[in-house]
């Protein structure tokens, strides 16, 4: 299943602030990173997301293989399936990066799942990263925490950073 960049997403993302003190991009051998940033913890709950979206300029499809982080206890790959009707979380091999497409990390759709988080991931603080890809090899990155846009919860005002 691929998951190309539509153009609505790619003005959702355009205000996202830099992280790893670049203009919100990351490089590791063919492999781009851009835009990463883990969701911001909600409550008490033991787990959150990442999210970005790859890229490679390499003639040949790359993989992410996996991730870690020493926030939480278990990273897992994980994509979102409808079944019934109903989105459910599944975790997945790798995620391909083909040439020439943008492979989208997003709430709803591939993430890189964060299980057992060691402490509460706070809006405007950082977490570390590491991505491990097939042919690039492995990357750390500091990624910005930020509450999920589009009102969640109720009364809860998301901060712009500008
Ligand atoms: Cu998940």
């Known amino acids: 299943m691929?998951?190309?960049?539509?153009?609505?997403?790619?003005?959702?993302?355009?205000?996202?602030q830099a992280f790893a003190g670049d203009a919100g991009m990351a490089k590791v051998g063919d492999v781009m990173i851009h835009d990463g940033w883990a969701r911001a913890s909600i409550g008490s709950a033991p787990n959150s997301a990442a999210y970005m979206t790859l890229m490679t300029k390499g003639s040949e499809t790359d993989k992410l293989l996996s991730a870690s982080s020493p926030a939480a206890e278990t990273v897992e790959l994980h994509t979102h399936l409808m079944?019934?009707?109903?989105?459910?979380?599944?975790?997945?091999?790798a995620i391909e990066i083909a040439p020439g497409e943008a492979t989208v990390l997003e709430p709803g759709n591939l993430h890189v799942m964060l299980m057992g988080l060691k402490g509460k991931l706070e809006e405007g603080a950082a977490m570390p990263l590491t991505l491990t890809f097939e042919k690039a090899g492995e990357i750390t990155l500091d990624l910005p925490i930020r509450g999920i846009k589009g009102g969640m919860k109720h009364g809860e005002g998301h901060k712009h950073t500008h």
């Open 2 to 16: 691929n998951h190309r960049l539509v153009t609505t997403l790619a003005s959702l993302f355009l205000t996202t």
């Open 83 to 93: 079944e019934d009707g109903i989105a459910k979380m599944r975790p997945v091999e």
